[in-house]
């Protein structure tokens, strides 16, 4: 962790503040809300995704031992 901090350095509020005014000077102040909502969307559908999939493979893990 001490490697990782020396490496990167210290991340203070003047750090963000310029990264967020380099943000708003690459995509612009209307294109930023777009994204943040594509963003969330597809951290939404990777959430349902997830949770769709682990009962799917819980019933196909019952079957093959059925099987056997």
């Known amino acids: 962790m001490n490697a990782l901090a020396i490496f990167l350095g210290v991340i203070g509020p003047m750090q963000v503040i310029l990264i967020i005014a380099i943000v708003v000077l690459l995509f612009g102040g209307k294109k930023i809300p777009e994204l943040?909502?594509?963003?969330?969307?597809?951290?939404?559908?990777?959430?349902?995704?997830?949770k769709d999939e682990q009962p799917a493979?819980?019933?196909k893990e019952e079957e093959t031992k059925e099987k056997e």
């Not at 943040?36 to 997830?50: L, Q």
């Open 36 to 50: 943040m909502k594509g963003i969330g969307t597809g951290i939404k559908e990777f959430k349902n995704a997830a």
């Open 57 to 59: 493979n819980s019933k």
